[in-house]
């Protein structure tokens, strides 16, 4: 069975300092895509990062980065010199199974 | 660009009626879902579609029914409502179920009392 675990239910952390939210997934594939998804306040979800099982290389967009580790089956999100517009609900997705996502509060 | 529409937005029903939420998507994606969102429990996928006229289960489908007749509609039903499917609903399509992103709507909120 396919599982994503998001164990930081919700994270607290002042603006402009960096921010990891983690992200565990299990499967058997031996081909899948993660994904990355921001839920602002306002609800909708909006689409951030893809990244499939045979590309372990990290990416940076931005103040975002994402770090893929087959190896631990991790697929963790880091916001650099976060900013209050960055509050929101993050959730990590294998497929279409999605994380119970990680709630991020920034303070001023 | 409508992308993905979700009608109504919010609804409230009494316990034991029914309704249908519909889902209408413009960008001529194959895949469709219905998910339902609860706090602590994230997105959890309750019925999905590969195309038109084929649909199948997810993680939660007791309760809920669906249709796709058209490729742009994505009809999820409750029968008989319950105060447990009390919750936000999102639909999203994606052009592929495996490797593209999913593209949501903005979410129906429907309380069943």
């Known amino acids: 069975a396919q599982k994503v675990t998001q164990a930081q239910t919700e994270i607290s952390v002042v603006e402009k300092e960096d921010v990891t939210l983690d992200c565990v997934y299990e499967t058997r594939d031996t081909t899948y895509y993660l994904f990355w998804y921001k839920q602002p306040p306002s609800g909708e979800l909006v689409f951030l990062i893809r990244?499939?099982?045979?590309?372990?290389q990290n990416e940076i967009s931005g103040r975002y980065s994402w770090n893929f580790q087959k190896s631990t089956s991790s697929f963790n999100f880091t916001i650099t010199a976060s900013q209050v517009v960055d509050s929101a609900v993050y959730f990590c997705?294998?497929?279409?199974?999605f994380g119970k996502g990680t709630r991020l509060h920034i303070l001023p | 660009n409508a992308g993905v529409t979700q009608t109504p937005k919010f609804r409230v029903l009494k316990t034991g009626q029914s309704m249908t939420l519909l889902c209408a998507q413009d960008m001529n994606h194959e895949y469709m879902y219905w998910y339902r969102q609860d706090p602590g429990m994230g997105l959890r996928l309750i019925h999905y579609s590969v195309g038109e006229g084929t649909t199948a289960k997810g993680e939660v489908p007791d309760g809920y029914n669906v249709s796709r007749l058209k490729k742009q509609n994505f009809l999820l039903g409750l029968e008989s409502a319950a105060p447990s499917q009390t919750s936000v609903y999102f639909c999203?399509?994606?052009?592929?179920?495996?490797?593209?992103?999913?593209?949501f709507g903005q979410g129906t909120r429907l309380t069943v009392v």
């Open positions: 990244r499939n099982s045979f590309d372990e």
């Open positions: 997705a294998l497929i279409d199974i």
């Open positions: 999203a399509s994606s052009y592929s179920r495996l490797n593209t992103e999913a593209f």
